[in-house]
């Protein structure tokens, strides 16, 4: 198991960018899969993106596509969003997830979680 960190959230004016962080307070990633979601007012939890920590591979739900980017620090033991031209609807809170069985992170059913960061964007 892994305990997870988020950081990075905050207040943006529509069009900038953000990078969010999650790295382990107890754990490594090695074996997992990691990945962001986010959860809005009123909304569903949303998946956002996976990082296969062993390959490298990611996925991307197509909402966020040549927007969000995920990336990994494998010295540092983290994983970043990277957050570009945010827009209002954007605005939620951001979680990281991981799991060693990824597919569980997609299915918003993962079983580690990060207590979530929050990010507003302002028009």
């Known amino acids: 198991q892994v305990q997870l960190v988020e950081s990075g959230g905050g207040l943006v004016q529509a069009g900038a960018s953000l990078r969010l962080s999650c790295a382990p307070s107890?754990?490594?990633?090695?074996?997992?899969?990691v990945g962001w979601l986010r959860q809005a007012p009123g909304k569903e939890r949303e998946f956002l993106t996976l990082?296969?920590?062993?390959?490298?591979?990611?996925y991307y739900a197509d909402s966020v596509k040549g927007r969000f980017t995920i990336s990994r620090d494998n010295a540092k033991n983290t994983v970043y969003l990277q957050m570009s031209s945010l827009k209002p609807e954007d605005t939620a809170v951001y979680y990281c997830?991981?799991?060693?069985?990824?597919?569980?992170?997609?299915?918003?059913?993962?079983?580690?979680w990060g207590p979530g960061t929050q990010v507003t964007v302002y028009s």
């Open positions: 997830a991981a799991d060693t069985v990824p597919e569980r992170v997609r299915f918003r059913n993962a079983r580690n």
């Open positions: 990082l296969n920590w062993n390959d490298g591979n990611t």
């Open positions: 107890r754990g490594a990633f090695s074996g997992y899969g």
